[in-house]
């Protein structure tokens, strides 16, 4: 016996050990452990236990050495900690393995997200999350950060430190691993020329981003209409569903390209049923170019005044006579539909043409800022008190 005392190998602080339930009260566990002396766990330690401790007299159970020998010479060991070991482990193991965990909110602060994790608490830093946008206040954002308490989120493990008791996730991570997955799902599934459904998820100078279930597919900005545009805005907006057409697929790139322009009927195929040479039209300078301007025409053209027809003799540059939005009556001198070029002039058109024209663009200038100063009137009249009929009466007289 006194050999086998010598032989047994005392317990350290950290040891995960294996003991046996002898008793159980309101004070703790009595735990045999094997050493030649009981251990103990204390009624503060079992309720740290998430959804309690469910044991009886006799069954096994995993504790941690706190203190090999206490104030009153006890094994003070833990059965929460132990629960804990099992949980570290059990995240070294997703981190090892990178895989996604589902795990529900319960706590929100300033910095971030708290997950449950067995019996550890997880934290998401705030940058890790989904959904927040920049530039937000100190309270908004905390606002933010508590709308997703009790959402059940996907995570992934960036961080596993048991000295520091430090886990930290990240719903960045996971939600960029499904998507990624989801794209090659997706890509899989579509065809070029097909015709799929899918929603604006954002806008950029080159062209606009649409979610198409997953993975988010391009419109170059010239594929977003036939006629020239500024910026995506002037055409869509964000959150708005749409149909797009799949243009072409890279697989190796995974880039999926898109149109909008390519459901709606290419205009120049039925240019000559609206124009004709010869013929007056209006149109508005839409930008200038060095050689002339160019001119938008409806439905969705966009013709050339080149400098050689915008007077006789031409002007060094076409700024000296035409300026951006300036609507002109013009007329057809050229149609090449299958070339999609329209060209106008401005030097042939007629004095007797152009004089009747202005007059009545005049006159409706004249009557539509008549129109605007009666409502001003009107409105200073409600707000004043006044009679709104006799204001209007009076206007008009």
């Given at each position: 016996?006194?050999?086998?005392?010598?032989?047994?190998?005392?317990?350290?602080?950290?040891?995960?050990?294996?003991?046996?339930?002898?008793?159980?009260?309101?004070?703790?566990?009595?735990?045999?452990?094997?050493?030649?002396?009981?251990?103990?766990?204390?009624?503060?330690?079992?309720?740290?236990?998430?959804?309690?401790?469910?044991?009886?007299?006799?069954?096994?159970?995993?504790?941690?050495?706190?203190?090999?020998?206490?104030?009153?010479?006890?094994?003070?060991?833990?059965?929460?900690?132990?629960?804990?070991?099992?949980?570290?482990?059990r995240a070294e193991k997703l981190k090892e393995d990178d895989e996604i965990f589902m795990g529900q909110v319960s706590e929100a602060n300033r910095g971030?997200?708290?997950?449950?994790?067995?019996?550890?608490?997880?934290?998401?830093?705030?940058?890790?999350?989904?959904?927040?946008?920049?530039?937000?206040?100190?309270?908004?954002?905390?606002?933010?950060?508590?709308?997703?308490?009790?959402?059940?989120?996907?995570?992934?493990?960036?961080?596993?430190?048991?000295?520091?008791?430090?886990?930290?996730?990240?719903?960045?991570?996971?939600?960029?691993?499904?998507?990624?997955?989801?794209?090659?799902?997706?890509?899989?599934?579509?065809?070029e020329g097909e015709v799929h459904k899918g929603v604006v998820s954002g806008l950029r100078d080159f062209g606009a981003f649409v979610d198409l279930g997953?993975?988010?597919?391009?419109?170059?900005?010239?594929?977003?209409?036939?006629?020239?545009?500024?910026?995506?805005?002037?055409?869509?907006?964000?959150?708005?569903?749409?149909?797009?057409?799949?243009?072409?697929?890279?697989?190796?790139?995974?880039?999926?390209?898109?149109?909008?322009?390519?459901?709606?009927?290419?205009?120049?195929?039925?240019?000559?049923?609206?124009?004709?040479?010869?013929?007056?039209?209006?149109?508005?300078?839409?930008?200038?170019?060095?050689?002339?301007?160019?001119?938008?025409?409806?439905?969705?053209?966009?013709?050339?005044?080149?400098?050689?027809?915008?007077?006789?003799?031409?002007?060094?540059?076409?700024?000296?006579?035409?300026?951006?939005?300036?609507?002109?009556?013009?007329?057809?001198?050229?149609?090449?539909?299958?070339?999609?070029?329209?060209?106008?002039?401005?030097?042939?058109?007629?004095?007797?043409?152009?004089?009747?024209?202005?007059?009545?663009?005049?006159?409706?200038?004249?009557?539509?800022?008549?129109?605007?100063?009666?409502?001003?009137?009107?409105?200073?009249?409600?707000?004043?008190?006044?009679?709104?009929?006799?204001?209007?009466?009076?206007?008009?007289?």
């Open positions: 016996m006194l050999e086998e005392s010598f032989a047994r190998q005392e317990p350290e602080r950290g040891d995960i050990l294996q003991g046996t339930i002898l008793a159980i009260d309101h004070l703790g566990m009595i735990i045999d452990v094997g050493l030649g002396r009981d251990g103990v766990v204390e009624r503060r330690d079992l309720d740290r236990i998430a959804g309690g401790l469910s044991c009886q007299v006799g069954e096994p159970l995993d504790v941690m050495v706190l203190r090999p020998e206490d104030e009153n010479g006890n094994l003070l060991l833990s059965a929460s900690q132990a629960r804990q070991s099992e949980d570290w482990q971030g997200l708290i997950i449950p994790f067995g019996n550890l608490r997880g934290f998401i830093p705030a940058s890790h999350t989904v959904g927040l946008p920049r530039g937000l206040g100190e309270e908004e954002r905390r606002d933010q950060l508590r709308a997703m308490i009790g959402n059940t989120i996907p995570v992934k493990v960036l961080e596993v430190d048991w000295k520091r008791r430090r886990l930290v996730f990240s719903q960045r991570d996971a939600r960029r691993e499904q998507r990624e997955s989801l794209k090659e799902t997706l890509l899989a599934s579509l065809n997953g993975a988010d597919g391009l419109i170059h900005i010239s594929e977003l209409a036939w006629h020239r545009v500024r910026h995506p805005g002037e055409v869509l907006k964000v959150g708005q569903e749409i149909k797009v057409f799949i243009l072409r697929l890279d697989e190796k790139g995974r880039r999926i390209g898109l149109s909008l322009k390519r459901l709606q009927q290419n205009p120049w195929e039925r240019i000559t049923e609206f124009y004709h040479v010869g013929q007056l039209v209006e149109g508005q300078v839409s930008r200038l170019a060095d050689f002339g301007a160019f001119i938008r025409m409806e439905p969705g053209i966009e013709a050339l005044l080149h400098l050689s027809q915008i007077g006789d003799p031409p002007p060094e540059h076409p700024s000296l006579v035409v300026h951006e939005r300036q609507d002109l009556l013009m007329r057809v001198v050229n149609i090449e539909p299958e070339r999609q070029r329209l060209g106008l002039s401005l030097k042939a058109v007629l004095p007797a043409e152009l004089e009747p024209w202005q007059e009545r663009r005049r006159i409706a200038a004249e009557a539509e800022a008549a129109r605007l100063a009666a409502e001003a009137e009107a409105q200073e009249a409600e707000e004043e008190g006044v009679d709104e009929q006799e204001v209007v009466a009076e206007i008009q007289a």
